[in-house]
């Protein structure tokens, strides 16, 4: 177990080891190289040139092409590693049904037109030909090599079937809603008040939604739209469907994709998050109109508003049948991509993620012959969008390098999704008795009670006139429960952590987070956002507050309604780390600052809202005002949130810490200060090239990171008779392997099965039994089998391994007879 960072004394014993006769791996410090360089390069093909020339070392991008793969598997200078978390989908413009600029027709404004482009696109087509077999079709928002897949695989199933490719169906929907909004079907094209409609669909051109947009789009023409095709790149689309104003009418349709950066084992909060308001703080997100039960479900999923994983199922089925009716977003294929890399390289990889969503790439990147070194890393696209902690780029690309100057409380072990301690210590789980928790690590203690009552002093809310914390004892004087407590306690060496502008860690550091909680929705903050509303609405539906036991060794309480299925994922640090990067109190003060004199904005939306920039820590116009805003917080001894941040920051501090992000400015030109092993060097927007250095003053080992190995992703086979006798009993074995060898009973979560028969209906589901390791029986009852047809059938068989979290799954081909 990791327990907690190295002392500053710790770190000059280990320098002088080498002079011992110490390796220099044991001996090293923060990251095994000296530098990073990051560099776009656009095209897979002359990446595996660069790679084989030795120009770079690392192509961050999950490729699908076979024929790039077998290049590499036969060329002993490259590997590659493997993962499952990319996949596309198509993002809907659900303005209207009229533009109000223009007074043109948005047929997506209607859900039923979006419900119909399920049936219209071709997933089967799109897996095997556009993705050359190395994806799978995606029909809801549930990633099919996730946990909740496995779990639910039955239902999922059965919506696979429903929506299958079917072009006449959407047709007949598409005619029905068309006459109802007053469009004409005339010479086969529709035409709304004298116009042909004309739909426009972005499509991204780097990589297979190229293709997938031009299916999309002859579809679309064979059904009697105009399609206009936008070829565009990420940047280029980027301020079209993401940052732009979705009345303005300018897409109807793109062709998005989205990576999971780590295993995700428990997906309830994916119906929020892509298909409600409070999913992100973009104003295409603020343009969805879920229905009420559907908005209900997402929004009890989401804070996990159940207690019993009955409840959870029954909540699941509900919202995918709500969500494929609503459809804002379509579903077409989670792919199996490969990352290639120079042979002299190692790195650890997410199974879901890949290098580019690891949390750990950074920490593993090592040259396997020497330590040191420079690492040239490439990728399609960089520098899309602004850097800023706080809703500031989210681009995989992006946020890869930003990870790199990072560190947290906890990272994802890359197989499972599970938390493991990286600066905290240790902690304690409180559940509510009866909630569906369990436990799998032991840096942690679960401990499950009756009731779990709120402190009175804990913080259960903010006065953004005051800027003061409100107490539960305020808001709740007849007192308030949780149904979940984290405990973390903090190492004693916490405030030895520096930053990388030099300045140590302090308290305030992550007091400022927890402001930042409450403020930014606050309306009488002087920096509201509009934008954050949505999401901090539903975060105080679960939010019981938090309270900071002991500030040395820090000890901090959360209490929250909102809990997960493992205990390891129900540790709150609080640790300054933001969705979009790090951030000291001193950093976010300069935003702050600018923010508040209206000068630039966290949010691309509050930023087009105040005709502004987006606010950039790193490069661009941001730069001057940034600048400014720092000399007046240094002549004013400037510490925000003042009433309640006085506690934890002098004026001398405040000083000391201004005048340290100067000197940082002054030598590097950005004003970016993280944690993590490595610091930004520079940035060239321009140039695309992103420069890291490491960090001196990362304290932990090289080695602290380097155990994970080769995941052991399930093989199945599935064995039995191929002709089933309708009323009677049959039995079938299910032989589980990794690398040949039996996969062990105790690491396997279940193996799951279902039959479909000769219509396509799923006819029967149920659990395998474990005979021994590497063994399961499936046994289907006379019962069970009566209830199918003659004709057809299909045993479909899904392994949820425990040791790592990617199912495995296959099939095998039936005959039922009398």
């Known amino acids: ?80 590693t493997q993962s499952f978390g990319w996949y596309t989908e198509l993002s809907f413009n659900p303005v209207g049904p009229i533009f109000p600029g223009d007074g043109r027709l948005n047929p997506f404004a209607v859900p039923r037109m979006r419900e119909a482009i399920n049936w219209l696109i071709d997933r089967t087509y799109i897996a095997e030909e556009i993705f050359r077999g190395l994806a799978v079709p995606m029909y809801t928002a549930l990633h099919p090599s996730f946990p909740d897949y496995a779990r639910l695989a039955g239902v999922i199933r059965g919506v696979e079937i429903y929506y299958a490719h079917n072009p006449e ?22 035409h709304y008040r004298g116009e042909p409609v004309e739909l426009s669909i972005l499509i991204r051109v780097e990589d297979e939604r190229l293709r997938i947009g031009r299916h999309l789009a002859m579809m679309l023409e064979e059904m009697g739209f105009v399609v206009e095709r936008l070829y565009r790149t990420a940047a280029e689309a980027a301020p079209i469907w993401i940052h ?139 520098l899309a969008d602004p850097w800023s902690p706080i809703a500031g780029s989210n681009w995989i690309f992006d946020m890869m390098f930003i990870r790199a100057t990072a560190d947290d409380g906890l990272l994802p072990d890359p197989f499972t999704g599970l938390a493991r301690p990286q600066r905290i210590e240790s902690a304690r789980v409180y559940i509510e008795e009866g909630l569906p928790v369990r436990k799998t690590h032991e840096w942690l203690d679960l401990k499950v009670v009756p009731e779990i009552e709120v402190p009175s002093d804990a913080w259960i809310g903010w006065c953004a006139t005051a800027q003061r914390f409100i107490t539960v004892g305020e808001r709740y004087p007849e007192g308030l429960t949780a149904r979940r407590k984290s405990v973390v306690y903090y190492p004693e060496c916490l405030y030895q952590l520096k930053w990388h502008d030099g300045s140590y860690f302090s308290l305030a550091d992550i007091v400022i987070g927890m402001i930042l909680a409450f403020d930014r929705a606050k309306e009488e903050s002087q920096i509201f956002d509009r934008a954050a509303v949505p999401a901090f609405e539903a975060f105080m539906k679960h939010f019981r507050g938090v309270r900071i036991v002991q500030e040395s060794p820090l000890v901090i309480e959360t209490y929250s309604d909102l809990y997960f299925l493992d205990a390891e994922l129900n540790v709150s640090t609080w640790f300054p780390n933001y969705a979009q990067g790090p951030a000291p109190w001193h950093k976010l003060s300069l935003g702050i600052l600018a923010e508040m004199n209206r000068e630039l904005a966290f949010s691309s939306a509050k930023a087009d809202y105040l005709g502004v920039e987006w606010m950039s820590y790193i490069a ?100 039995g008779p191929r002709i089933i006798t309708i009323g009677e009993d049959m039995e079938f074995e299910v032989k589980v392997t990794f690398r040949g060898n039996p996969y062990p009973i105790d690491g396997v979560d279940s193996v799951k099965y279902l039959v479909i028969d000769a219509i396509g209906d799923v006819a029967i589901v149920g659990n395998a039994e474990a005979v021994t390791d590497g063994l399961w029986r499936i046994m289907l009852t006379a019962e069970e089998t009566a209830k199918l047809m003659i004709g057809s059938a299909r045993l479909e068989v899904i392994v949820a391994p425990l040791l790592v979290s990617i199912p495995s799954s296959t099939a095998l081909d039936l005959v039922a007879i009398p």
Request: charged letters at 25%; glycine letters at 6%.
């Open 620 to 719: 661009g116009p941001s730069m001057k005002i940034l600048e400014s805003r720092l000399r007046e917080a240094i002549a004013t001894a400037f510490i925000p949130y003042y009433p309640t941040m006085r506690k934890f920051v002098t004026a001398e501090e405040a000083v000391d810490r201004h005048k340290a992000m100067r000197d940082w400015h002054a030598e590097k030109g950005h004003f970016w200060v993280g944690s993590g092993p490595f610091y930004l060097q520079r940035a060239h927007p321009v140039e695309r090239v992103v420069h890291l250095k490491r960090s001196p003053y990362f304290p932990d080992p090289a080695q602290e990171w380097m155990g994970f190995a080769e995941p052991w992703i399930a093989e199945v086979e599935v064995s």
């Open 1 to 80: 177990m990791k327990t907690g960072f190295m002392s500053l004394v710790s770190v000059l014993a280990l320098l002088m080891l080498v002079a011992e006769g110490v390796s220099a791996e044991e001996a090293r410090m923060g990251a095994w190289v000296d530098e990073i360089v990051a560099v776009q390069e656009v095209s897979p093909a002359a990446a595996i040139a660069r790679l084989k020339a030795g120009d770079i070392h690392i192509y961050v991008f999950g490729l699908t092409d076979p024929a790039i793969h077998r290049k590499i598997v036969g060329d002993p200078d490259l590997k590659y």
């Open 244 to 382: 732009g104003n979705p009345a303005d009418g300018r897409f109807h349709i793109y062709t998005g994709a989205w990576i999971a950066t780590a295993i995700s084992r428990d997906q309830s909060g994916v119906f929020d998050l892509f298909y409600t308001p409070r999913g992100m703080s973009s104003p295409l997100w603020m343009a969805y109109k879920p229905s009420p039960e559907f908005d209900e479900v997402a929004g009890r999923l989401a804070r996990r508003d159940f207690v019993s994983l009955e409840e959870r199922s029954e909540l699941f089925i509900r919202a995918i049948e709500l969500s494929m009716r609503d459809s804002t977003r379509v579903w077409v294929a989670n792919r199996v991509a490969f990352e290639p890399h120079r042979a002299e390289v190692e790195i650890t990889s997410d199974l879901a993620g890949g290098i580019s969503g690891s949390s750990l790439w950074a920490l593993t990147a090592r040259f396997v012959d020497r330590v040191g070194g420079r690492l040239v890393v490439a990728m399609p696209n960089i």
């Open 169 to 190: 169906r959407a047709r007949a929907v598409i005619t029905e809603e068309m006459i109802k909004l007053g469009a004409e079907l005339i010479n086969e094209k529709w």
